[in-house]
């Protein structure tokens, strides 16, 4: 998340929002504050700040004196970020893809981390399923994301919005939105609205199943033909007389089972194998 105006980088050049890289800087103070007495950050978290961009939020999350890992694609906002905060020993910048970034290279000291984040719309997706990788690893997320996203991820059974991003964050994660953020906090106004979310890994899943990955599987294949119902959406995976022995009505579509259904068709299918 960052600040509003075109920031002089250390090398005397002013930094304008790449398109490329999905840059909507955030510049309503009033926002910054909200996010930032919403995170509360002490000087016991162990926090990772994802695109810090011009660093609005970092300024203040640095001065919580928490240790602060930040990981910006952006090489020159990156080697800004370097020399703006080469004075804070709690302070590490990494000039790196998230997508491709192991939590498990930061020194965790056996400490859950928190994680803060402007996510770029374009890429918001894979972001939350690969962190979600190391949920166990983690305390809680906040992040800055397209209205929609966070309207799909707290979607329940029946609900237009929901479909893989509900059930598998629903699965590691509590989601609740906190607030919504119009275009105009940001420059440049991005064309959709946005919302803060806080998602918190269950200390105990609460429906878990054997095989996460045959989960995952049975989610994606319903949903890349949600029109279907599960006997033919799922019918790759599981016999429609297997799905009848669940006591699962085959003739539903993908958006009418609960987790607790998906976890009981992976478990068969798991079982099968």
């Known amino acids: 998340m960052a600040h509003s105006k075109a920031v002089t980088l250390s090398t005397g050049t002013a930094h304008q929002a790449r398109k490329r890289f999905g840059q909507n800087f955030l510049h309503d103070q009033q926002v910054i504050d909200r996010i930032i007495n919403e995170i509360a ?60 970034f192991d939590l498990n290279d930061l020194d965790l000291s056996n400490k859950r981390i928190r994680i803060i984040g402007n996510l770029p719309y374009n890429i918001s997706t894979p972001v939350l399923f690969h962190l979600l990788k190391y949920y166990e690893k983690i305390e809680d997320m906040s ?36 607030f919504n953020v119009p275009p105009q906090a940001f420059i440049p106004q991005p064309k959709v609205n946005s919302a803060i979310v806080r998602l918190t890994p269950h200390c105990k899943l609460p429906v878990p199943a054997k095989d996460v990955d045959c989960l995952k599987l049975v989610v994606r294949t319903a949903f890349n033909q949600r029109r279907k119902t599960l006997k033919n959406s799922l019918k790759t995976l599981i016999s429609g007389s297997e799905l009848g022995d669940l006591a699962i009505d085959m003739k539903l579509r993908p958006e009418n089972l609960s987790l607790t259904d998906y976890v009981k068709i992976s478990d068969a299918i798991s079982e099968s194998k």
């Open 41 to 100: 950050p002490t000087s016991c978290d162990h926090l990772l700040e994802i695109g810090p961009g011009q660093g609005a939020l970092t300024k203040q999350l640095a001065r919580s004196g928490a240790r602060l890992d930040c990981v910006e694609l952006d090489r020159d906002l990156a080697e800004h970020l370097k020399h703006q905060y080469r004075d804070f020993e709690n302070v590490h910048i990494h000039q790196h893809d998230i997508l491709k």
């Open 143 to 178: 992040f800055m994301l397209q209205l929609e996203v966070v309207e799909r991820m707290s979607a329940s059974v029946g609900d237009k919005n929901y479909g893989r991003l509900s059930l598998m964050l629903q699965y590691f994660c509590q989601a609740e939105k906190l």
